[in-house]
């Protein structure tokens, strides 16, 4: 069974960092893209970056790449996602998953309860 646990959200300035953890468990993991995804009041839930089972690729949505970096680490079970130059419509809650698809249209399997990340002066 699949399991996500994220940590790490809070709230922060514009224009300032935060690392997203999320712990993983599950062996079908080994063999899956996981990635994250957000979804802030009243909006859709927005695909971010995914990165395969073996950590080597990565992919970003236009509306986060250059400013965010997704990371895994297999032997720690755990993935990060670094947020740097953050903004206000960065505010969400945002969630690690299982990644079916991405890209254009993104489709999710499991994911975990999420973490609350609030930009705001």
């Known amino acids: 069974q699949v399991q996500f646990v994220e940590s790490g959200g809070g709230l922060v300035q514009p224009g300032g960092s935060l690392r997203l953890s999320c712990a993983f468990s599950g062996r079908e993991l080994d063999y899956y893209a996981i990635g994250w995804f957000r979804q802030a009041p009243g909006k859709e839930r927005e695909g971010l970056s995914c990165i395969d089972a073996s950590g080597d690729g990565t992919y970003y949505s236009d509306s986060v790449k250059g400013r965010f970096t997704i990371s895994r680490d297999n032997t720690k079970n755990t993935m990060y996602l670094q947020m740097n130059s953050l903004k206000p419509e960065d505010t969400a809650v945002y969630y690690c998953?299982?990644?079916?698809?991405?890209?254009?249209?993104?489709?999710?399997?499991?994911w975990g309860q999420g973490t609350q990340v609030t930009v705001s002066s």
């Open positions: 998953a299982t990644v079916v698809k991405y890209g254009s249209m993104w489709e999710f399997g499991s």
